[in-house]
């Protein structure tokens, strides 16, 4: 079995040098960690995890809970985000823990304090944050390392990877205003989650920036499945004299519901009704099954991993978290699923 003294011979570095590189300490230069990085894949290298430990204080070992049982969706978010994080992890020779816990479990501040003392894990990944995560500020207080996937708030002083949420959906609001929509419903996620106060405060912002008054009635807010979708579209459009002429979606599987419902009350896109919708890009849908076209904003999802293993890594280290924070632009996908309102509408 390869030893950090034959890795040490093969480099010509000192044992400290390439302990301290696999232990991704800052003061090693990027082009000696590379160096490291190449050897220990070459001579089959696997850390004994005791001894990283005792030399660095750290186990390599990080973590990721969430809520989580036989009624989540395959199709959802979580799961591709666990085995893309799994893979980024393991690339950096960092072994990643998953501890599920049933939903409404509630509190997991408990579960975290025995990952962290017990299980000696050295950070944690945060999904789903809300405003006011007591998460969040429980993992401050107690010094762990950890990142984000996504914000609390706008400005955060901890590691995180986002989406410019609330640009995402000032752009589909805008768009829809500027080919002459008054009535402009946004179908998304339940409340709770601080994405979709992002997202709302950029629909509103769009709408009033048009001089129109947002409507709560247009407001749909549910888990974003595609039967949800569907629920929501014939909750929206069976009433002639209050039916919006485009609706936002917040995922590509509300809006297969919402073409769905359209469908089914008669109507068209986007000859009655035009349809946007944000895409994650997620395995398990993709926008190629949408006539027309559809009109998207495109952000994949698989983007944040390497950001945040190697965030998470750094933020081990004792990186300055100010240095540990991106907001990833998203692109726009022009499609054929929207149009200017119908002459007839009210």
């Given at each position: 079995?390869?030893?950090?003294k034959d890795?040490?011979?093969?480099?010509g570095?000192?044992?400290?040098?390439?302990?301290?590189?696999?232990n991704g300490h800052?003061d090693v230069?990027?082009?000696t960690?590379?160096?490291?990085?190449?050897?220990?894949k070459?001579l089959?290298y696997?850390?004994?995890?005791?001894?990283?430990?005792?030399v660095?204080g750290?186990?390599?070992v990080?973590?990721?809970v969430?809520?989580?049982?036989?009624?989540?969706?395959?199709?959802?978010?979580f799961f591709?985000?666990?085995?893309?994080?799994?893979?980024?992890?393991?690339r950096?020779?960092?072994?990643?823990?998953?501890h599920?816990?049933?939903?409404?479990t509630?509190?997991?501040?408990?579960?975290?304090?025995?990952?962290r003392?017990?299980?000696?894990?050295?950070?944690?990944?945060?999904?789903?944050?809300?405003?006011?995560?007591?998460?969040?500020r429980?993992?401050?207080?107690?010094?762990?390392a950890?990142?984000v996937?996504g914000r609390?708030?706008?400005?955060p002083?901890y590691?995180?990877?986002d989406?410019?949420?609330c640009?995402?959906?000032?752009?589909?609001?805008?768009?829809?205003?500027?080919?002459?929509?008054?009535?402009?419903?946004?179908?998304d996620a339940?409340?709770?989650?601080?994405?979709?106060?992002?997202?709302e405060?950029?629909?509103?912002?769009?709408?009033?920036a048009?001089?129109?008054r947002p409507?709560?009635?247009l407001?749909?807010r549910?888990?974003m499945?595609?039967?949800n979708?569907?629920?929501?579209a014939?909750r929206?459009l069976?009433?002639p004299?209050?039916?919006?002429?485009?609706?936002?979606c917040?995922?590509?599987?509300?809006a297969?519901g919402?073409?769905?419902?359209i469908r089914?009350?008669?109507l068209t896109?986007?000859?009655d009704v035009?349809?946007?919708?944000h895409?994650?890009v997620?395995?398990?849908?993709?926008a190629?099954?949408?006539?027309?076209?559809l009109h998207?904003?495109?952000?994949?999802?698989?983007?944040?991993?390497?950001?945040l293993?190697?965030?998470?890594?750094?933020?081990v280290?004792?990186?300055?978290?100010?240095?540990l924070?991106?907001?990833?632009p998203?692109?726009?996908?022009e499609g054929?699923?929207?149009?200017?309102p119908?002459?007839?509408a009210?």
């Amino acid at each position: 079995m390869t030893t950090l003294k034959d890795l040490s011979r093969h480099l010509g570095l000192s044992v400290t040098q390439v302990s301290r590189a696999l232990n991704g300490h800052s003061d090693v230069s990027a082009r000696t960690r590379a160096r490291v990085e190449t050897a220990v894949k070459e001579l089959n290298y696997i850390p004994n995890l005791t001894a990283r430990r005792l030399v660095s204080g750290r186990s390599g070992v990080v973590g990721l809970v969430a809520e989580a049982g036989p009624d989540t969706p395959e199709d959802s978010v979580f799961f591709e985000t666990v085995l893309g994080l799994s893979g980024e992890f393991s690339r950096r020779d960092i072994q990643f823990v998953l501890h599920l816990m049933p939903p409404g479990t509630g509190d997991a501040r408990p579960v975290y304090d025995r990952l962290r003392l017990g299980g000696g894990l050295d950070g944690f990944v945060l999904l789903g944050p809300c405003p006011g995560d007591p998460r969040i500020r429980h993992l401050e207080d107690s010094g762990v390392a950890f990142v984000v996937h996504g914000r609390s708030h706008a400005a955060p002083p901890y590691p995180f990877f986002d989406v410019d949420n609330c640009a995402i959906l000032h752009d589909h609001a805008a768009r829809l205003a500027a080919l002459g929509h008054t009535r402009i419903a946004l179908v998304d996620a339940g409340p709770g989650a601080a994405f979709t106060a992002f997202r709302e405060d950029g629909y509103r912002a769009a709408l009033e920036a048009a001089g129109l008054r947002p409507d709560p009635a247009l407001v749909v807010r549910a888990p974003m499945t595609e039967g949800n979708g569907l629920v929501a579209a014939i909750r929206l459009l069976s009433d002639p004299a209050t039916r919006p002429t485009a609706i936002i979606c917040g995922n590509l599987l509300v809006a297969k519901g919402v073409f769905a419902g359209i469908r089914a009350l008669g109507l068209t896109v986007p000859g009655d009704v035009s349809v946007t919708a944000h895409d994650d890009v997620l395995r398990a849908v993709g926008a190629d099954g949408f006539a027309p076209a559809l009109h998207r904003t495109r952000a994949p999802i698989a983007d944040s991993w390497p950001h945040l293993a190697d965030f998470l890594a750094r933020a081990v280290a004792g990186e300055d978290p100010a240095a540990l924070q991106r907001v990833a632009p998203f692109k726009v996908i022009e499609g054929a699923s929207i149009a200017p309102p119908p002459e007839n509408a009210h």
